[in-house]
């Protein structure tokens, strides 16, 4: 396994992974996201939520906000402190946990894991992706809940598009490259940033494992989690090849 200082996860997530999809992470979009978690995972008040992989906090704040007790978990310290930052900026409280998602430190404690935005499949091999999820089904509750937002493999696939770009409005210029190996399912793009005044600069970029339908009903099958719903995006539309995301809910046995 890849030493934690020279992976992708680790050097990425930082200043970069802020600045290229901050046109995406705005807070309208990030309490829809939560009001439909929240809705599909029918939280119980006060109950007890893990968002894993929590990044600045952008749907921890919210489901602290609606009433329950979050515990906010990621990798990267710097995020953490972003976090908490935003939880004290909208007054509620979180606890925050710095830890790698294959070893979650609790066991039988959350009524619900939230996994947001394609944070599964990040890490080097299957196997790891699946001790991830035998560090969820350990952590939840029995009865407990998964709520995993995926990008739909079958879209990534039918809608490739190797270059592609975008810009901020102070005209910072982010160029991407998308590499979709078909053997491997994985994803990996790398981005180009444009400075206003006309410097370039590499990004790492980041390296996905796809999963299809299929592959991952069976993988949460093998650690005690049933699929119980799938949907296509976060108004609820069904699951289908065209959907651009793959939203799986999935219950612990017990």
Request: charged share 25%.
């Amino acid at each position: 396994m890849a030493t934690e200082s020279s992976v992708w996860y680790v050097d990425f997530f930082g200043s970069d992974y802020l600045g290229i999809y901050r046109h995406i992470f705005t807070a309208e979009r990030s309490e829809q996201e939560v009001a439909f978690a929240e809705r599909i995972l029918a939280l119980e008040p006060k109950a007890c939520v893990l968002d894993l992989c929590c990044g600045q906090g952008r749907h921890s704040v919210p489901f602290a906000q609606h009433g329950y007790r979050v515990t906010a978990l990621d990798l990267s310290p710097a995020y953490l402190d972003l976090a908490q930052q935003a939880a004290r900026s909208h007054n509620v409280e979180l606890e925050t946990v710095s830890a790698d998602m294959r070893r979650i430190p609790f066991q039988n404690h959350f009524d619900a894991i939230v996994n947001m935005y394609s944070s599964f499949g990040y890490l080097e091999s299957e196997a790891d992706d699946e001790e991830v999820l035998k560090s969820m089904a350990k952590a939840l509750k029995p009865g407990g809940r998964l709520f995993l937002d995926m990008l739909n493999r079958e879209w990534a696939v039918a809608n490739y598009i190797q270059n592609d770009w975008h810009s901020d409005p102070d005209g910072t210029l982010y160029v991407e490259r998308r590499d979709f190996d078909l053997v491997t399912s994985r994803m990996r793009v790398r981005f180009t940033i444009v400075g206003t005044d006309g410097s370039r600069r590499d990004s790492i970029g980041h390296d996905i494992r796809l999963y299809t339908l299929t592959e991952i009903t069976r993988m949460l099958s093998l650690v005690g989690l049933k699929v119980t719903a799938t949907f296509g995006d976060f108004a609820g539309e069904p699951y289908a090849i065209d959907t651009r995301r793959m939203i799986i809910c999935a219950r612990k046995n017990g």
